[in-house]
């Protein structure tokens, strides 16, 4: 029998989606962690510097920490992409999809959505497309990644599941100023 993915969010605004700055519930986008030392073959595979991101095919890559990386996107690609790592060294994949939730706030006013309860610059030298930084979102630890939508800026945001309707609910009356 198949696992029916529940979100921690529970309560949605069905207006926060297609406002102005839309705040989006993502935590059913497939996630694995993937830590890795430095010289091993699966930290070269993966490559990026700390703090950056791409799009790769089917999936995304986030280089959040050191030695840490979140490879998302459908449970095959991810599945497919960390498949094929080598984890020989100090090297290990543990999917985290039910661990962590997932949100994306998008917008022409999202940087000053993100700027209302986050101490980070968000401007586009601190924070460029495809840039990632570890934060506090609401005085919630979490992993922030610039994540544009065909132009539009937009804030990838994971943290522990456990935060999730509060943290939805903290972006959502972040955002209210900008949605009128």
């Known amino acids: ?10 309560t949605i605004d069905s207006a926060a989606a297609s406002a102005a700055v ?17 010289g091993t073959v699966a930290a070269a595979a993966l490559g990026l510097t700390f703090g950056s991101s791409e799009h790769r095919g089917d999936t995304f890559v986030a280089r959040v920490r050191p030695d840490e990386w979140f490879v ?6 991810v599945g497919d992409a960390i498949g094929g790592l080598d984890l020989s ?20 006013d999202a940087a000053k959505t993100m700027e209302k309860v986050c101490n980070l610059d968000f ?3 601190m924070t460029p497309n495809g840039g990632c930084a570890g934060a506090s979102v609401a ?4 992993d922030v990644i610039r994540d544009d939508v065909e132009g539009v800026r937009s804030y990838r945001i994971l943290c522990d599941r456990s935060f999730g309707q ?13 949605n009128g």
């Open 1 to 10: 029998m198949a696992n029916t993915f529940e979100s921690s969010v529970v």
């Open 22 to 38: 839309a705040v989006t519930d993502e935590s059913d986008v497939t996630k694995a962690s993937v830590r890795a030392a430095d």
């Open 72 to 77: 998302m996107g459908s449970a095959s690609a």
């Open 89 to 108: 060294g100090y090297a290990s994949t543990v999917d985290v999809t039910y661990s962590r939730m997932m949100l994306r706030v998008t917008g022409a």
């Open 123 to 125: 401007s586009d030298p």
């Open 139 to 142: 005085k919630v630890g979490c």
């Open 166 to 178: 509060y943290l939805y609910d903290a972006l959502v009356d972040s955002a209210a100023e900008f």
